[in-house]
């Protein structure tokens, strides 16, 4: 990938838990939290710094990705029984990453590769669109250690599949093929092993290069639709949509459409 800036977080002992690089307009946030991942109060945190600086640096879409083997193997189990022992309350910021996640103006994409399981699979359902290789095993395991999703992933397996396969998915805690949530429209795209890394930068670019005030608010329009419903959502829709209205973009859109024909428009993301 050519690096435009790059930008390293690391957590106070081990290996980065994330680097950030741009890509042309996109931003790629890569787990590095050896050996798999495991989420924690640290690692949750800096996916939110991360999503700030892909803000700061203008990015037009963001991918979430693995640099290891594994995308996430869920939870630091130890870390969360220490802090279980203390308090009721797992205060690791939960809802604060989702937040960032759904309030992020540009599109985000996880490229899920190997293991994503736990909170993993969760952090890939707080994302936009999802990407995963054939020989990825994605599943909600919590229940394999008493616990239930405690990041999301309920609620978004019923919004996506169903209330009956949120239920199958949490109460039995099986890790599923790729191909079978897709199937299910949990995740969009499965591509073959060796296309991961490309695949997802294919779809990335086509959103960076798209008009970006425009994205932007039908992220809203969808967050509005699903945590308030369709009528909700109807009424909100002239007040999302007057930045589109403003936008050079649009403009830019309607000049390429009458001289060059649809789908040529060469956005600025303004």
Request: charged share 20%.
């Amino acid at each position: 990938m050519p690096n435009t800036s790059e930008q390293q977080v690391s957590p106070a002992t081990g290996s980065p838990a994330l680097t950030t690089v741009m890509d042309g307009a996109v931003a790629v946030l890569s787990m590095g939290l050896a050996p798999y991942n495991l989420m924690d109060r640290n690692l949750n945190h800096e996916l939110i710094e991360g999503l700030e600086w892909a803000r700061r640096e203008g990015a037009r879409a963001v991918v979430l990705r693995s640099s290891l083997r594994h995308f996430s193997a869920g939870a630091d189990l130890d870390a969360m029984i220490a802090d279980a022992d203390a308090a009721d309350v797992l205060d690791w910021g939960f809802t604060g990453t989702l937040r960032a996640f759904d309030t992020h103006p540009a599109p985000i994409i996880a490229s899920i590769g190997g293991v994503c399981v736990g909170g993993g699979f969760e952090l890939a359902l707080a994302c936009d669109l999802i990407v995963a290789s054939e020989s990825a095993k994605i599943g909600s395991v919590e229940v394999t250690v008493g616990l239930h999703p405690l990041m999301g992933a309920v609620q978004r397996i019923t919004q996506r599949a169903g209330a009956a396969r949120a239920k199958e998915m949490a109460l039995l805690g099986r890790r599923y093929p790729a191909s079978t949530l897709e199937r299910w429209n949990i995740i969009n795209w499965v591509v073959g092993d060796e296309r991961l890394d490309s695949a997802t930068m294919v779809i990335a670019q086509e959103l960076a290069h798209g008009p970006s005030v425009a994205n932007a608010a039908t992220k809203r329009l969808v967050s509005v639709a699903v945590s308030e419903g369709l009528a909700a959502a109807d009424e909100a829709m002239a007040e999302i949509q007057r930045p589109i209205m403003r936008s050079a973009d649009f403009r830019i859109g309607v000049r390429s459409y009458r001289e060059k024909g649809i789908g040529m428009a060469e956005f600025e993301g303004r």
